[in-house]
Structure formats: C-alpha cells, structure tokens
C-alpha cells in the first residue's frame, strides 16, 4: 500500500556528484523521519544520513561534510547531494521512511529497492 521510489544512482568518476530522490507515496497519512542507508558488497547494510520532519539531521562520520540530506514534506520525498564522492561510497543506496497510517500506532517501516551507485574513473 505504500511505496518508496528512488532514482539518481549511477557511474560517476571519483570527485564527482550525484543527487539521489525518494518519494513515497500510497496510503500515507503522515511521513515521519526519512533517510538513506547503502550496502556494499560483502558489507552489512549502514545508515547515511536521516531526516526529521522537522529538518534535524545526522550524518555518518564517513559522510558528513560530504553529502546533504534535504527533504520536501508536500512531496513526501527525500534527497541525498552527494558530492566528492569516493570510490569508498559505491554500494547499493536505499531510502527509508516511518510512516503512519490511520490508528494512533499505527507506524510501520518502509523501504525503497535500492539504487546502485558507482564510483570508479
């Protein structure tokens, strides 16, 4: 009943950016925090950056001062800038969003299907 879309992941060089979205959308009735985690190969999967409704932000060490994490409420959607990315950062990319449905608790996990990002010259 409720989706999580991302796109933006690709090949780019050491250095260079790219900018990842996600947007949720079905039976939503509130988005609370969003935010992205990446696996890479033979790796556990670890969080990026989160979001709050709010705006409040945390990085990963390995990240911060390196990529933005943005969102848009009326769009239920959430951005990832990355910039100076390293060959270090190549994994598999995934949104997450808690979200709410109709009852006071009703709060459930979701998860987009991964967008692949490479970084190699």
């Known amino acids: 009943q409720v989706q999580l879309v991302e796109s933006g992941g690709g090949l780019v060089q050491p250095g260079g950016s790219l900018r990842l979205s996600c947007v949720a959308s079905g039976n939503i009735y509130d988005v609370y925090d969003m935010g992205w985690y990446r696996q890479a190969p033979g790796k556990q999967r670890e969080v990026v950056a989160r979001?709050?409704?709010?705006?409040?932000?945390n990085y990963a060490d390995s990240v911060r001062g390196r990529f933005t994490i943005s969102r848009d409420n009326a769009k239920n959607t959430v951005f990832l800038q990355m910039n100076s990315l390293k060959p270090e950062d190549t994994a598999v990319y995934y949104c997450h969003a808690l979200i709410g449905g109709a009852g006071v608790l009703d709060l459930t996990n979701y998860w987009g299907q991964g967008t692949p990002v490479t970084v190699s010259s």
């Open positions: 979001i709050t409704t709010s705006g409040i932000t």
